[in-house]
Structure formats: structure tokens, C-alpha cells
């Protein structure tokens, strides 16, 4: 690729500037991706800067769309598009072998998927380079009733990869306990037991910065475990709560809101308790939520009254908050009506509807920079 030149034609003895690839890239990179999309629009070397394989690793990523899969017996990994996704990406994971079962998503985690291969095996890939490696079986004690792996995996704060192995067994008195074993991909095994609760954190999770961020089953709350202390192999827990309101009154049959990573933040999304209003918060500090963006959900719908009664008399809202990113200006919901699932611009009121299976689904942002434990595997591409 030629280097960009920039011509200076006004006044005297001006003279032409050159810029080499790298700087220009290393500048692009450092935009919001609304500002990014504009200039690529500038000239050609700008605009083949985001599609070449070994520049657009550092560029601003654009969001591909929707990976799920159906709760019938069809076990097959489908993908939902968005209009600006990448059309050369593998999302069906035919790169990784399955064996004798189909491969299973469980996690997504800024471009990384953690799947199940078969009854016991769990494998992390990236579907943007092809790579995936096999994590090594952990043995679960003889009262473990269930295992629960949550990937984490923040390429601003390291290029290796964690998976936490939550193990639930049966409390003597009743209840559950649950000890926490987590994997680096650094040194790829297990670690003794390195934290245990008996309360019911069990939700969805984020990893931000080194923090894996899991929520509760009914509780408004989040757990909090900082990065490994690999002198100590310890995990350090808090819990913060959650902004907005705790799962309503008895007669309110309302979910928590959605967690979503955006600009390098953990934000937390939920409805007002009319639903005509959505309510955008991020972290900020250690637990101080602020409020980004407060949207009307009523120009979305095109009418005043989101709430609704199911046959018990409990009131519900019209529509369920799936994924979220403030940088990209999206929004993802799920309208309960229809059974339907669609995206919104928060800037243009744009809709889109998307053809894809409302319940398990992950929203997908692929990363395109080969990773250090993937690279010494002889299974990559």
C-alpha cells in the first residue's frame, strides 16, 4: 500500500506532506468509530486501511451482528447480520472440530466465543482468525451438581484470555455453595479453589479491565472479582448494586435491565417503570453509575403504552433490552408482541429488524489480532 500523501496547495512554498501507513493508521485508531466510518470515506488508501488484514486489528471494530442459537433440537450455530457487518468472517465455527455432538455457544467476550464440544469439553476460538484451543478438563468434587464457565477477555488491558468455572454443589443445610476455579490462557490450567459464596450469583457477566462483573439471580446487585493476584492466586470479591429499580413490586413482573462493555466501560441499561423511557448508566470509579443517555422508547414503538398485563394480573413491559454499545449508537430489543428482535440508531431513530432466535443470543464484535496462546497451537489456523 502506497503511503498517503496529503498535497498542501494554498500559499507560497508549501510542499507536500508524507505520512507513513502506520502513522495514519496509529491516528484512525485513536477515533470513535462514528468519526472513523465518516473518514474512511475520505480517500481510497484511507478507506483500504479498514479492510486490510494486518491494519485493521488496531482499527475501530464494527459490530457483525447477532450469534445464536434455537432452543429446539436444531443445535446448529446461526448468525444474525447487521448491515455493516464483516461478510469474510466463519461464524458457523466450521474451522473447530465438533466430534460426535454440534458445537454449543455459552459466552462471548469482545470477539472471543467460549463453546461446548460434546458432553465435558469447553473450547474458546476466535472466529475472525480461525484460532481455538480446547480447555483442559477440570475435575468437579463429588457433590458439584453443576459447573457454570464464564469467558473473560479485554484486549485493552491483556492479550490473554480467562475462563472462570463457577462449581455449584449442594449446601449440608440446604442452598447452594459454589467455589470459583479460574484458567489463564497464559499458562493454560486450572487453579486450586481461589473463592467461595453460598449466594446466587449466577446472571450474565462482563469482563472489563480485568474484572469479571456477574449478576445476580434476583438480587439487584453485581459481584465484583478483580483480576488473579498471581503472587497470592487469590481473587478479591465486593458487590456493588445496580442503578434503577430492583425488579419491581410483587405485581411487577419486570427483568433487570442488560449489561453491556461500551467505550471501555461497563454501562448498565433498564426501562423506566412506565417503559416509555430507557435509562443508559456507566460505571465510573468503583461504584458510582451515571447516567449517558436517557431514550425514548415511545418514538421507537410509535405509541404511549409499553406496559401490559399477563394473565395473572402482573404487569410487564412490551419489550426486553438485549444488547447495547453508546459508541456505535445501537441498540438491540426484543419486542415481546411480535416475538421479534430489532436494532435502533439512538442518533437517527433508524430501525432494523433482525431475523434471529430472541432467546440465546450473543452480541458479536470480531477481533481480528492473533493471540499469544492460540499462535502456539498446532489445532490454529
Request: charged share 20%; aromatic share 14%; glycine share 6%.
Amino acid at each position: 500500500m502506497d503511503m498517503l500523501k496529503g498535497d498542501i496547495e494554498s500559499g507560497e512554498g508549501m510542499t507536500t506532506t508524507i505520512l507513513p501507513d502506520d502513522l495514519v493508521v496509529d491516528i484512525l485508531s485513536r477515533l470513535p468509530l462514528k468519526s472513523f466510518c465518516r473518514f474512511k470515506c475520505v480517500c481510497k488508501s484511507w478507506l483500504a486501511f479498514s479492510s486490510d488484514p494486518h491494519y485493521r486489528q488496531k482499527l475501530p471494530r464494527t459490530p457483525s451482528g447477532l450469534l445464536y442459537q434455537k432452543r429446539e433440537l436444531d443445535t446448529a450455530i446461526h448468525f444474525a447480520r447487521l448491515p455493516s457487518s464483516d461478510r469474510d468472517i466463519d461464524t458457523t465455527l466450521s474451522f473447530v472440530p465438533c466430534g460426535r455432538y454440534p458445537l454449543q455457544v455459552k459466552g462471548c467476550s469482545n470477539g472471543l466465543l467460549l463453546c461446548y464440544n460434546g458432553v465435558s469439553n469447553a473450547i474458546v476460538c476466535n472466529p475472525a482468525t480461525e484460532e481455538w484451543m480446547s480447555l483442559p478438563y477440570t475435575q468437579p468434587g463429588p457433590t458439584v451438581s453443576y459447573n457454570y464457565l464464564m469467558l473473560g477477555f479485554d484486549p485493552l488491558w491483556s492479550q490473554h484470555f480467562y475462563v472462570f468455572n463457577f462449581q455449584w454443589s449442594t449446601a449440608p443445610i440446604g442452598g447452594y455453595n459454589a467455589e470459583v476455579k479460574v484458567l489463564s490462557s497464559e499458562d493454560s490450567t486450572w487453579s486450586s479453589c481461589l473463592w467461595e459464596t453460598d449466594d446466587a450469583f449466577w446472571g450474565g457477566s462482563i469482563f472489563v479491565n480485568g474484572v469479571l462483573y456477574v449478576g445476580h439471580l434476583w438480587e439487584h446487585e453485581l459481584l465484583v472479582l478483580d483480576a488473579l493476584d498471581t503472587s497470592t492466586q487469590s481473587l478479591s470479591d465486593r458487590t456493588i448494586r445496580l442503578p434503577g429499580f430492583p425488579n419491581g413490586p410483587e405485581d411487577f413482573c419486570c427483568p433487570d435491565g442488560c449489561l453491556c462493555l461500551s467505550c471501555g466501560v461497563l454501562c448498565y441499561a433498564q426501562q423506566e417503570l412506565d417503559g416509555c423511557m430507557m435509562r443508559i448508566w456507566s460505571l465510573e470509579g468503583s461504584d458510582k453509575w451515571v447516567v449517558k443517555n436517557r431514550l425514548s422508547m415511545t418514538n421507537v414503538f410509535g405509541r404511549d403504552m409499553l406496559l401490559r398485563t399477563d394473565s395473572k394480573g402482573r404487569w410487564y413491559f412490551d419489550y426486553d433490552i438485549l444488547a447495547f454499545d453508546l459508541e456505535r449508537e445501537l441498540v438491540i430489543v426484543l419486542d415481546r408482541i411480535a416475538v421479534k428482535v430489532f436494532s435502533f440508531s439512538t442518533s437517527t431513530g433508524t430501525e432494523i429488524w433482525i431475523d434471529c432466535e430472541p432467546w440465546l443470543r450473543y452480541y458479536y464484535v470480531p477481533y481480528y489480532k492473533k493471540l499469544p496462546a492460540f499462535s502456539a497451537l498446532k489445532g490454529s489456523r
